[in-house]
């Protein structure tokens, strides 16, 4: 199947990419005059320096800051409701995202929640969400991605989880762009080699994905290919070495690509799939349930034949330049997740049963349907509990 060749590109995110950037932050101009910091609750951020950092930063720019540091991995509206309070009751007129995906997921959601009144689930436009605009624009984004995997420092949406019903679903919006990014990839040197691989496979899904979806266009396909291509030869370099500036300067270059193609093109139905995993198992990362999942996920696609020059192609991009037929792929996916370390991932390992793969199934249609729309070949239920069998161990 071709390519498509209109697309619809608004990125209008300000990057600032490479190597000691975060030391450029200051000469920037800022949105605002006094930041709330969002980081993590947990302690990387203060031990490594990167928040003493940021704090000075801001301060050269005149910009005062308060800290919120109650994000948890798996980010939930609790985790939006105490963040957006913070901002309120500091007079804070602008966000700073010192983390990773979930740091910078939730920020997005605390903009919204801090000027508009309401719940956080009145904004999300999936599952029980009510879809509704918002009254007031959300406060501006400086997003400082310490981590490669999301890509939320240049798209326009983040994933909460209610917790109640089970829903891990995005609010988005185009005024939630970042208006600056730093992608400094010395912040990333400290990120332990598991979740390091963890990251980059779901930078590397976001790619893959978008290249087979039916939105895949010009312009996507051109990010992608290219995310596709750094990742395979730089990730298992950055997981062996983290130290190695070169491979983590490659992968952040990925992760921020693949951050773009989520922009140009509805990505598949496997992000839709791990979401309903890691919303019923918040100790499961997402990286690693997408990577749990991804062989019996692509192996459908391949069997049926939705794509296979896609397939071909991202073999060659993954190193396999002799690659004629889709299930190359497939050998190039396997040869990665073994260089990685994480191709015997194992579900039971993170309390997953197989007498939930049915109710995994619903809450992924229920949740995040749309998803399954951009895909070239229409899964059946049965096609997606058989998929979450033939991934279980």
Known sequence: MQTNFTY????????????????????????????????????????????????????????????????????????????????????????????????????????????????????????????????????????????????????????????????????????????????????????????????????????????????????SDMYALEAIRNLAEYLPRAVKDGNDIEARTRVAFANTLSGVVMCLTLITSEHGMEHALSAYHPDLPHGAGLIMISRAYYTFFVERHGCDERFVRMARAMGMPEATRPEDFLVALTRLQEACGVADLKMSDYGITRAEFTKLMRNSREVMGIMYSSDRVQMSDEDIVRVYEQSYK
């Not at 800022?30 to 301060?59: D, H």
């Not at 005149?62 to 105490?82: H, L, M, Y």
């Not at 966000?95 to 740091?103: E, N, P, T």
């Not at 989880?161 to 609010?171: I, N, Q, S």
Request: proline letters at 6%; hydrophobic letters at 40%.
């Open 8 to 219: 619809d590109m608004y990125v209008p995110t300000h990057v600032i990419f490479g190597a000691g950037m975060l030391g450029k932050l200051s000469e920037q101009p800022m949105p605002g005059k006094k930041a709330l910091i969002v980081i993590s609750n947990g302690k990387s951020t203060r031990a490594n320096g990167y928040l003493a950092r940021t704090e000075e930063q801001l301060a050269k720019a005149g910009v005062s800051s308060v800290v919120f540091d109650g994000v948890t991995p798996n980010p939930t509206i609790a985790n939006v409701n105490d963040g957006a309070r913070a901002a309120r009751e500091n007079g804070c007129d602008f966000l700073v995202a010192l983390g990773g995906g979930s740091v910078m997921d939730s920020t997005k959601a605390i903009a919204v929640m801090a000027v508009n009144g309401g719940e956080l689930w009145d904004y999300v436009s999936v599952g029980s969400g009510k879809g509704m605009p918002f009254a007031v624009r959300p406060l501006p984004i400086v997003a400082i991605t310490t981590t490669a995997g999301t890509g939320s420092e240049t798209d326009n949406s983040g994933v909460i989880t209610k917790e109640d019903t089970f829903e891990k679903a995005f609010v988005g919006n185009d005024a939630l762009y970042p208006v600056l990014s730093i992608v400094d990839p010395e912040l990333m040197k400290s990120v332990p080699p598991q979740f390091t691989a963890f990251q980059g496979f779901d930078a590397l899904f976001h790619s893959t994905e978008g290249y087979i979806a039916r939105g895949a266009n010009l312009m």
